[in-house]
């Protein structure tokens, strides 16, 4: 009995692959690289359990971009259920301001909205300071994307960060259904990097080694053992991104205690050798947390960042978004499959203007039609193939025809 059950659990961890059983609770993907941020957990492929949703101030594919209407934002008015992170809950708005503190660069909003067309959509405006007369800054490079009739993305180019963004809505006097709005601050592009210092500073059973800078965890408290740190004197931590990735900013963690020694800290990156980003740390008294943002979006291969000191870093969050070649999108550059081939999709989502390729749905477009169906929007039928299954572009059967039936696609009768 107990051999069959040992011999079943083998089994069962054959069919789960390798890249999918080998993460740690809470985080997922090849090689366990991303943190579940689905309010009631992941499955092992990222998506959210039931069909529920995101963490509040997070959204977008697999949860996994920042959202900034829902990180230190104020909104006005701060009654609005289109900044509670849930998409069934919605409120009627004529306009609305979001301010912060510090600046984000900004470059694709998402909107859900009943009904969505591009005839709805608000006017954005964005300042580069909470001060109403400050400048005003364009949205380059405009593309705004409808779909799945509820959800609509803008993405554009800003010059500069922003600490302000007013909406106006459709100028009727009820205004207009607004359920969510989300502002991407792009996603953690550091979790579970591959990392380098020094020298690893160990106590006891603890190695304080360059991962735990990485591992998404942020608590100051060093006697968790989430923080790197290193042996005393000219010293330094790297970080090397798999592919070119876009920062648009740098938050590190520093430890509660002994804090001084992060002062004077010098942080640069890497460019196919070239150096894209300089910054020496001059404040006066450290910080627990040091953000940086610099005035343009930066390419980046690798980062390092040195002291002539210990360097402690209990977590390294880098956000922004990896490069895709043309024609390509998202996490993991996944081919554009739009109805138009010309049409470049979506950057973030893969969401296409001219609608899915024919053989192809969801909101990005990469999910194939379901067996026995084809072609665009899925809505054609497979015809009588000898397996059900035919091309779900073209709807031609593989294997032939159950008898009685001819053609490509199985539909003429003999
Ligand atoms: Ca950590």
Request: aromatic share 10%; charged share 10%.
């Amino acid at each position: 009995m107990l051999f069959g059950l040992y011999l079943l659990s083998i089994y069962l961890a054959c069919l789960v692959p390798a890249s999918q059983s080998a993460c740690d609770q809470g985080w997922f993907g090849a090689p366990c690289q991303f943190k579940c941020r689905c309010a009631k957990g992941c499955d092992v492929s990222g998506v959210c359990v039931n069909a529920t949703s995101c963490s509040l101030g997070w959204f977008g594919p697999l949860c996994q971009y920042q959202d900034l209407a829902n990180i230190g934002a104020t909104a006005t008015p701060n009654t609005s259920k289109a900044t509670d992170g849930d998409d069934t809950s919605c409120s009627s708005l004529q306009n609305l301001t979001l301010s912060w503190p510090t600046a984000y660069f900004i470059n694709w909003v998402q909107f859900i909205i009943p009904n969505a067309s591009i005839a709805t959509l608000p006017v954005m405006t964005f300042r580069v300071s909470q001060a109403t007369n400050s400048t005003t800054l364009p949205c380059l490079n405009n593309q705004t994307k409808v779909y799945n009739t509820n959800t609509v993305d803008v993405y554009c180019t800003l010059t500069s960060a922003v600490q302000l963004m007013t909406l106006t809505f459709a100028s009727n006097t009820s205004g207009l259904s607004v359920c969510s709005i989300y502002i991407s601050g792009g996603r953690n592009l550091a979790l579970k990097a591959a990392t380098t210092q020094t020298s690893n500073y160990t106590s006891g059973v603890f190695i304080y080694d360059s991962s735990k800078a990485v591992d998404g965890n942020t608590s100051n408290d060093f006697n968790q053992n989430s923080c790197s740190s290193t042996n005393p004197g000219k010293v330094y931590w790297n970080l090397t991104f798999a592919q070119t990735v876009n920062v648009n900013r740098f938050i590190l963690y520093n430890r509660k205690d002994l804090q001084d020694r992060l002062k004077g800290f010098k942080l640069l990156t890497l460019s196919r050798n070239n150096m894209t980003f300089n910054y020496t740390d001059k404040q006066t008294t450290a910080l627990s947390v040091y953000t940086i943002s610099p005035n343009t979006t930066v390419a980046a291969d690798s980062i390092s960042i040195s002291v002539d000191n210990t360097l402690t870093l209990c977590e390294v969050e880098i956000y922004g978004d990896n490069t895709c070649d043309n024609k390509k999108f998202g996490m993991n550059c996944s081919k554009c499959r739009c109805n138009d081939t010309n049409e470049i999709c979506f950057p973030t989502t893969g969401s296409c203007l001219s609608g899915c390729a024919s053989g192809y749905f969801g909101d990005g477009c990469q999910q194939v039609c379901a067996p026995g169906s084809y072609g665009l929007q899925c809505k054609q039928t497979c015809g009588y193939c000898a397996d059900i299954v035919c091309n779900p572009d073209n709807g031609v059967c593989p294997k032939g025809c159950v008898d009685g039936y001819t053609g490509p696609q199985c539909n003429q009768s003999r």
